[in-house]
Nanobody, 120 residues
Framework: QVQLVESGGGLVQPGGSLRLSCAAS????????MSWVRQAPGKGLEWVSD????????YYGDSVKGRFTISRDNAKNTLYLQMNSLKFGDTAVYYC?????????????WGQGTQVTVSS
């Protein structure tokens, strides 16, 4: 069955960095566009970033553009999110999600999430 397992979250000071990973299994990872989506405490879901199946096209939300980098290793079936210059507002649970189609904002599978806390 499809599984998405995030890791790499934790507590970091403002200005610090973290790299999140999402290990995928149960499907042909290289055939699917993938996303990172986050949910801050008491708030709704916020789209963070997309990457196409081959990894050659990436997209970012305005709040993270220039600070976060999405990437993937199709040989390892793993999605990444490098987060630099972290801010208090980046505190959230971060989810990786498989896109139903490359052009839609619909997701058919989600991971369990990993907590990122930015605090001094």
């Amino acid at each position: 069955q499809v599984q998405l397992v995030e890791s790499g979250g934790g507590l970091v000071q403002p200005g610090g960095s973290l790299r999140l990973s999402c290990a995928a299994s149960g499907f042909t990872f290289s055939s699917h566009s993938m996303s990172w989506v986050r949910q801050a405490p008491g708030k709704g879901l916020e789209w963070v970033s997309d990457i196409n199946s081959g990894g050659g096209s990436t997209y970012y939300g305005d709040s993270v553009k220039g600070r976060f980098t999405i990437s993937r290793d199709n040989a390892k079936n793993t999605l990444y999110l490098q987060m630099n210059s972290l801010k208090f507002g980046d505190t959230a649970v971060y989810y990786c999600a498989r896109k139903l189609t490359s052009w839609s904002g619909v997701y058919d599978y989600w991971g369990q999430g990993t907590q990122v806390t930015v605090s001094s």
